[in-house]
């Protein structure tokens, strides 16, 4: 199974699309327990979803999105990340439903083998492991000021 969460009316051939309101395929609240089962699902494309996302079960949205995907991707199963970066322009401070800040170094916490994974993913409550496929950066300039995106592709490490 492939997931396109967030979709709203944006759908992607061969994904099911998966949001909190209707177009979508399956109505689901990323806020609570996904419900996919552990283990369940191949390919995740979450854009421009994550920084909505918060939780009231831990501290903050982005431990929350990053253990679910964690746990329902397959072992080796992708997920593509598209948030917007919060060290650069005005891509997240612009729109008042945006919940958690992304940079780069944000996906750290989440990477196996990295220092703030073996430092503080127990303390945080992180059980997501990722490798990193990719990282980067890129600019949006068809808008008012200049808007930063990171895409991020991560593989679940299990």
């Known amino acids: 199974m492939k997931l396109n969460l967030g ?43 994550f920084e909505h996302i918060e939780c009231q079960c831990c501290p903050d949205g982005r431990i929350h999105a990053m253990n679910e995907s964690w746990r329902v ?3 080796g199963g992708r997920i593509t990340i598209e948030v917007p970066s919060a060290s650069k322009g005005a891509g997240f401070a612009q ?18 083998g990295s220092f703030a994974h ?9 059980r997501a492991r990722f490798r990193v496929v990719s990282l980067a950066e890129r600019e949006y300039k068809d808008v008012h000021e200049p808007v930063w995106k990171i895409t991020a592709v991560l593989e679940a490490v299990k």
């Open 95 to 112: 729109d008042p439903t945006h919940k958690t800040a992304w940079c780069m170094n944000s996906f750290q916490y989440f990477e196996d």
């Open 118 to 126: 073996k430092r503080l993913s127990k303390s945080y409550c992180i």
């Open 73 to 75: 991707l397959r072992p």
């Open 7 to 49: 979709c709203s009316d944006r759908g992607l051939p061969g994904f099911v699309g998966v949001d909190i309101v209707p177009p979508a395929d399956q109505i689901a609240d990323l806020r609570d327990r996904w419900p996919w089962p552990d283990s369940s699902v191949d390919e995740i494309a979450a854009h421009d979803i």
